[in-house]
Structure formats: structure tokens, C-alpha cells
């Protein structure tokens, strides 16, 4: 927290946590836990305000103006090839704009995460890397709902048993 004193005013600007994917799944919890704790959280999502989009850089600097910490979950997936060097220049901004604390949502032994991984750990600030697997409500929030309402979900596990893991309890994660 800062403070701007005048002669006639005083004023208090809490830094905020800017949670990107702000409006996904586990993002919207995490917002709403930090709303209940009476936190200033700022959700990125493209309709949030301001907009922010991975795509357009433009739209970075002002999501992060005066954060102090982030969560970062990336869409659309950690694994895809273009997420290290997006990460990367994210983290670059967030860390010389003043954000001190990076949380990074991550994937279940998937080696392909593991660069942008590297880049959250070598930020030079403190870090917290979540290694989530599924989240179950891939299939009552998103791509697996039309398939369980059609009776049949068709995933290519093989023999691999998946932990399914709430959302909820990625949101309730405490350092
Ligand atoms: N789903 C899983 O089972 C799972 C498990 C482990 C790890 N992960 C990792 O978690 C991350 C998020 O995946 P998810 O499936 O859980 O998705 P999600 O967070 O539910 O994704 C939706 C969110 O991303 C935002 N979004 C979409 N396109 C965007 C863009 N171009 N720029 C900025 N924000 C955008 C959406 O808001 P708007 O549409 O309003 O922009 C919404 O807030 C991925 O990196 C994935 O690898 C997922």
C-alpha cells in the first residue's frame, strides 16, 4: 500500500492482484476470494476492464498498473507452442512494472509446460507454480459439457487413471 498525502487529502491506493483468466474457471474463483477477503483484485479476461487480450501486448500495461502480484492462467493452454515466449514477455512487464508475487497455473507432468515454467522461477520474484491435472469442471463449465448431455464422453486416456481436481481447491490454495 501507498499513501498520497496533500495539504487537504490523504489518499490510500492498496495494490491490487490481477488475475488473468479472470472470468474461467478456476480465475473467476480466485477473483472471488479475494473479493470475500475484501482484497482489491483486478479479473483480466478480453471484456474485463480494461480489456485484456494474450494476443495484443497493447493491452498488458494498463492490467498491470500498480499490481503487486498475478495469477496467471494462460489461455488457451500452458502446453501450446507459443505460451513460453508469451509468458516470458508477461513476466518481464509485470516484474519491472513492480508485481512481486507470480502464481502460475500449470499442468500434471506434461513436459511441454515446463519452459514457461522456468520463466515464472527465474523471475526474480517469489513465485508459486500450481501442477493442477484435469479440473472437473471441464465437464459442467466447458468443451465437455455438450458431450456429457449427449450421454457419451470419448477422451484419449488409454489405461492412465486422472485425478480430476476441483477448481475450488485450486482457488483455496494458501502459500
Ligand atoms: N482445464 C484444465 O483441466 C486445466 C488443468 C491444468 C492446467 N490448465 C491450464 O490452465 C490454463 C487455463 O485453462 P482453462 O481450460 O482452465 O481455461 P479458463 O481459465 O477457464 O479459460 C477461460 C478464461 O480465459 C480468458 N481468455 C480467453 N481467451 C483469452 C485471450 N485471448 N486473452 C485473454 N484472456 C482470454 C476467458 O475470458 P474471455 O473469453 O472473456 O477473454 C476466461 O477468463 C491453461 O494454461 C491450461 O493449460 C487447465
Wanted: net charge negative.
Amino acid at each position: 500500500m501507498f499513501r498520497l498525502t496533500g495539504p487537504h487529502l490523504t489518499v490510500r491506493m492498496e495494490k491490487t492482484t490481477v488475475v488473468l483468466g479472470g472470468t474461467g474457471k478456476t480465475g473467476r474463483r480466485v477473483v472471488d476470494r479475494l473479493l470475500d477477503q475484501n482484497r482489491p483484485v483486478r479479473a483480466a479476461s478480453r471484456t474485463g476492464t480494461p480489456p485484456f487480450d494474450w494476443a495484443d501486448q497493447r493491452t498488458w500495461p494498463a492490467l498491470l498498473e500498480n499490481a503487486a502480484a498475478a495469477y496467471i492462467a494462460y489461455y488457451p493452454d500452458l502446453g501450446s507452442p507459443e505460451a513460453t515466449a508469451t509468458i516470458a514477455a508477461f513476466t518481464e512487464l509485470a516484474v519491472s512494472g513492480g508485481v512481486r508475487r507470480l502464481v502460475l497455473l500449470s499442468g500434471r507432468g506434461e513436459e511441454n509446460v515446463l519452459p514457461s515454467e522456468q520463466v515464472v522461477r527465474e523471475s526474480g520474484v517469489e513465485w508459486t507454480i500450481i501442477r493442477s491435472s484435469w479440473l472437473a469442471q471441464n465437464f459442467s463449465e466447458d468443451f465437455l459439457l455438450e458431450p456429457v448431455a449427449h450421454g457419451e464422453v470419448v477422451l484419449p486416456t488409454g489405461q492412465i487413471r486422472e485425478p480430476f481436481v476441483d477448481a475450488d481447491d485450486i482457488a483455496d490454495i494458501r502459500r
